[in-house]
């Protein structure tokens, strides 16, 4: 079982950074492919991010390649993802899960187990 708590989102002008963070409760964070999603309002959940157990793999969607990076700290138990060059089409919850998954990082928010409850992030023109 983990817990999954995001914090950092808020409100920022476009061109401008943020960085999101999600801590995760109980012993086995270090086993999970870790991914952040979001979901803007109207919308279908989409896949932002997603990095590996080990922290040596990631994968990202093309929207966000090049401005956003996700990582891990496995001793503070925590993924971030930092954000860079925001755009309004940026404005979303964003959420951070987690999935007990083997190989290719998934993409497909119906392999994550576990979800934070999100942190708002909008971006003003």
């Known amino acids: 079982q983990v817990q999954l708590v995001e914090s950092g989102g808020g409100l920022v002008q476009a061109e401008g950074s943020l960085r999101l963070s999600c801590a995760a409760s109980g012993r086995t964070f270090s086993v999970y492919v870790m991914g952040w999603f979001r979901q803007g309002q109207g919308k279908q959940r989409e896949f932002v991010a997603a990095?590996?157990?080990?922290?040596?793999?990631?994968t990202y969607a093309d929207s966000v390649k090049g401005r956003f990076t996700i990582s891990r700290d496995s001793a503070k138990n925590t993924v971030y993802l930092q954000m860079a060059t925001l755009e309004p089409e940026d404005t979303a919850a964003y959420y951070c899960?987690?999935?007990?998954?083997?190989?290719?990082?998934?993409?497909?928010?119906?392999?994550?187990?576990?979800w934070g409850q999100g942190t708002q992030v909008t971006v003003s023109p």
């Open positions: 990095i590996s157990p080990g922290g040596a793999r990631t």
């Open positions: 899960a987690a999935a007990n998954a083997f190989g290719v990082l998934p993409t497909n928010p119906n392999a994550y187990a576990y």
